[in-house]
């Protein structure tokens, strides 16, 4: 019996994805960690596996990170454990949570509709631009995702008659998704079930065919520990997570408690405007596809819909934006989770219209992305202290003058660079106190100054006249400053 011959386009795809990956993994390491976020979360992990403090993640030494729980620091900083301290290992756990999403993304639409849909869908995922960028990037977004894709993928396949396996399936990633983000995962995973459910009045199909008793319980086992124990070791961790994390910052955007950073102020409804830029560039060509089947669109939308299919992923696209159209503090990778519905949508899409079904350019868009990370390195290698605000430069450069074992670094600035005690391991510390720098300048003897050159001037005389200036660097807009101790001072 002879095998269908595969298309074309879809050895074509093939090299797309594997291209994709490459470039994304040779980033992982080129790329070096940037200021702030990726290199805060970076830290945190670095922290966690330094003190051995598998509990309470650490936003510095004694002080806990309420923020988030500690799924993805628990990842990066086991990584680091086996891999080194080091970019690549910390950012390689969020490039395998893409990598799980991505798979279960393409394995639910080639069972439900063959290898074509599936390649469709894996290109449409791969190749979008929040996805792609995500992929290798340190901070909880990659977890959160992959936690929701595993319970909404597991939930259709147990409403479509699928193993025990995944049935439970879906409690493991409700109870994962607490571990990665907190209840939030457990809303967005909720309202597309809820409104697929209410608009289909599949309720009596809702309770036959999940565990809730033993599936709730598997997921408060997996979750519930960790809460507990981190509330016992810092008390006053669950108010501040749940009310402050989850409902303030949701409700008031000039919340004013954030223990961490500040409160991202948007416009409400920016959610919309941030998932066209995160599902570039399948949002231009949707829309333009879109435009060029209006007439069409009823048809192809009612083809082959009996099971609600097309239904629950517009449902898993559309009420993550729709949840924080409401709040008032956002940031771009919010609209992370609905990413893999987005891609199984248009790939349902695209497989219903038969004027489209070559697929010859979608490996072709789906590279997009990946020219704009190997631009990103191109220019990290031509000029990267010009685009990229990162420490590591000052760094390297403090360890090549081989400081006594018990120096340290101190910055002499108000604003933290995460970047640097990572790839210090934890030998910087950062004040704008002058009294505090020369108690720990009397306690570090040999140690260095780093400041920028603005700052310069603000650094006390009686510590300014024991330095010399070893080595300048630019970051970004700024140029910072290595200050050598001058021997006999």
């Not at 449902?315 to 949840?323: A, E, G, Q």
């Amino acid at each position: 019996m002879k095998t269908a011959a595969i298309p074309a386009w879809r050895k074509t795809a093939g090299f797309a994805l594997l291209a994709l990956l490459l470039i994304r993994a040779l980033a992982l390491w080129a790329i070096p960690l940037t200021d702030t976020t990726e290199a805060r979360y970076a830290e945190i992990a670095r922290k966690m596996l330094e003190t051995g403090n598998w509990v309470t993640p650490l936003h510095d030494y004694g002080v806990p990170f309420w923020a988030k729980p500690p799924l993805s620091t628990w990842l990066s900083a086991a990584s680091m454990g086996l891999f080194g301290v080091n970019e690549l290992a910390a950012r390689l756990p969020a490039l395998l949570l893409a990598l799980g999403a991505l798979w279960l993304t393409a394995n639910l639409m080639r069972r439900r509709a063959g290898n074509d849909a599936a390649m469709a869908a894996a290109l449409m995922l791969a190749g979008g631009l929040l996805f792609y960028g995500a992929a290798g990037t340190v901070m909880t977004d990659p977890a959160l995702m992959f936690c929701v894709t595993l319970s909404q993928v597991a939930f259709w396949h147990a409403m479509s008659g699928g193993s025990r396996a995944w049935r439970y399936a879906f409690f493991v990633g409700l109870g994962l998704g607490l571990l990665a983000k907190g209840p939030l995962d457990v809303v967005l995973v909720g309202m597309p079930i809820f409104f697929w459910v209410l608009i289909r009045n599949e309720w009596k199909r809702l309770w036959t065919e999940l565990p809730w008793i033993s599936g709730t319980l598997l997921a408060a086992a997996i979750a519930l520990p960790w809460y507990i124990w981190a509330e016992i070791r810092t008390p006053g961790f669950l108010n501040y997570f749940i009310m402050g994390e989850h409902v303030s910052r949701f409700l008031d955007s000039g919340w004013k408690g954030d223990k961490y950073g500040f409160a991202h102020a948007t416009p409400r409804g920016m959610i919309w405007p941030y998932a066209l830029g995160a599902l570039f560039p399948w949002s231009i060509a949707m829309l333009a596809w879109l435009a060029c089947r209006a007439r069409r669109l009823p048809a192809i939308f009612r083809n082959g819909e009996q099971d609600g299919w097309l239904l629950y992923l517009a449902l898993w696209t559309v009420m993550t934006l729709l949840f924080f159209t409401m709040s008032g503090n956002i940031i771009f990778p919010y609209s992370l989770p609905m990413l893999p519905g987005a891609a199984l949508l248009m790939a349902e899409l695209w497989r219903r219209d038969q004027t489209a079904r070559s697929g010859r350019a979608l490996p072709w868009l789906a590279l997009l992305s990946g020219l704009l990370v190997l631009a990103a390195i191109g220019l990290e290698r031509y000029d990267g202290a010009k685009y990229f605000r990162t420490q590591k430069p000052v760094i390297e450069a403090w360890r090549a003058q081989q400081p006594s074992p018990n120096a340290m670094l101190f910055y002499w600035d108000s604003r933290r660079e995460f970047s640097a005690e990572f790839y210090s391991q934890g030998k910087v510390r950062t004040t704008a106190d002058p009294q505090a720098l020369a108690v720990l300048l009397a306690s570090h003897p040999g140690s260095w100054i780093a400041t920028e050159q603005r700052d310069l001037s603000r650094l006390p005389p009686a510590i300014a006249g024991g330095y010399a200036r070893a080595a300048e660097f630019p970051v970004m807009k700024d140029r910072m400053l290595l200050l050598r101790p001058i021997a006999g001072h």
